[in-house]
């Protein structure tokens, strides 16, 4: 049961232009998301993340954006670059004392020079 | 600092061996969290630790997978007896305080093949 999904495993953009990756959950009781991105042989680094009292949150190039009546988070990176080729792991997080996170599948993006 | 440290970075064996995973947080992270990641099932949480204790262990696949953490600056994990099914890339994670607003880190990973 995959609470939190990335139905697009992989996305090429031309440098200079906008991605857009999504993401999908079913537990209403996610109340903080947060994206990831990964390089190959790394492990995954922090990148962004979104209460969920907010709709909004931006970082530079990076904007996540957050629907909770359709349950859909998406990130923006504005403008593309070659070195934002990387795997974007969706998370979230159920309220209360925890820390821990439920991670979609990722989706790989790559940047055309 | 030296981030999150994991070794051995791969390990290549056979079907019904043991095999253990080990992890160094960050000094003074007082969290500690087991993932694996294929590419089905993206980024799993195994098991964590706060202070040393095992909190929750609802994502270990099987009594073949076992964690401890016996002092603040080292755990494991442990796979007996291992299958080719279980062949995936290992990360360990470790954050500050016992909340998801204070960041995961993440070290590089073990990349483990069982033929």
């Known amino acids: 049961d995959q609470q939190v999904k990335q139905n697009s495993p992989s996305l090429s953009v031309q440098e200079g232009r906008i991605s857009i990756l999504n993401c999908d959950y079913t537990?209403?009781?996610?109340?903080?998301f947060l994206w990831y991105k990964k390089y190959p042989a790394e492990g995954p680094t922090f990148l962004i993340s979104?209460?969920?009292?907010?709709d909004k949150n931006e970082d530079g190039r990076f904007t996540v954006f957050l629907n909770k009546s359709a349950k859909h988070l998406s990130l923006h990176i504005v403008p593309s670059q070659p070195g934002d080729s990387a795997v974007y792991f969706c998370?979230?997080?159920?309220?209360?004392?925890?820390?821990?996170?439920?991670f979609g599948t990722g989706t790989l993006l790559a940047v055309q020079p | 600092d030296a981030g999150v440290i994991q070794s051995p970075r791969h390990e290549v064996t056979e079907m019904g061996q043991e095999v253990t995973l080990r992890c160094k947080p960050i000094?003074?992270?007082?969290?500690l969290f087991w993932y694996r990641q294929t590419m089905m099932r993206g980024l799993e949480l195994l098991i964590y630790?706060?202070?040393?204790?095992?909190?929750?262990d609802s994502g270990m696949p099987e009594d073949r997978f076992s964690a401890k953490m016996p002092n603040a600056s080292f755990s494991t994990l442990k796979i007996q007896p291992s299958e080719p099914r279980d062949s995936a890339v290992y990360f360990c994670?470790?954050?500050?305080?016992?909340?998801?607003?204070?960041?995961?880190?993440f070290g590089p990973g073990t990349r483990l093949t069982v033929l």
């Open positions: 000094s003074g992270h007082n969290s």
């Open positions: 630790f706060n202070n040393n204790v095992p909190i929750d």
């Open positions: 979104i209460s969920s009292i907010k």
């Open positions: 994670a470790s954050s500050l305080g016992a909340f998801s607003y204070n960041e995961q880190f």
């Open positions: 537990n209403s009781m996610f109340d903080y």
């Open positions: 998370a979230a997080r159920i309220g209360g004392a925890t820390n821990k996170l439920i």
